[in-house]
């Protein structure tokens, strides 16, 4: 079981950008898909990128893409989740989550997460 602690969120304004970081432990964590998710207040939690194993592959949900960039660095044990133009709509609490079973990077819910990290909460407001 691969244990996740994110760092990174924090207050910004309307079209700013903030840096998630998603540090793992444990030595199989290249065997794990790495997804982040987020859950803004009174929502469900929605997936919102995932990287592959190798991280040759990456995913964003629409309401993201060209937005949101994620990345990993098996030797450092940490998936990124680099955000831009950022909008109200992002305020969430966002969490890393990771699957060792998932095939398809695209597909990610909540059901194939086996390791959650803690949250990091994100607030987007002038």
């Known amino acids: 079981q691969v244990q996740l602690v994110e760092s990174g969120g924090g207050l910004v304004q309307p079209g700013g950008s903030l840096r998630l970081s998603c540090a793992a432990s444990?030595?199989?964590?290249?065997?794990?898909?790495i997804g982040w998710f987020r859950q803004a207040p009174g929502k469900e939690r929605e997936f919102v990128a995932s990287?592959?194993?190798?991280?040759?592959?990456?995913f964003e949900v629409d309401s993201v893409k060209g937005r949101f960039t994620i990345s990993r660095d098996n030797a450092k044990n940490t998936v990124i989740l680099q955000m831009h133009t950022l909008g109200p709509e992002d305020s969430a609490v966002y969490y890393c989550?990771?699957?060792?079973?998932?095939?398809?990077?695209?597909?990610?819910?909540?059901?194939?997460?086996?390791?959650w990290g803690e949250g990091t909460l994100v607030t987007v407001s002038s």
């Open positions: 989550a990771a699957s060792w079973r998932l095939r398809n990077i695209a597909a990610m819910s909540v059901a194939d997460v086996s390791s």
């Open positions: 444990g030595t199989t964590f290249r065997n794990y898909v």
């Open positions: 990287i592959s194993r190798s991280g040759g592959s990456t």
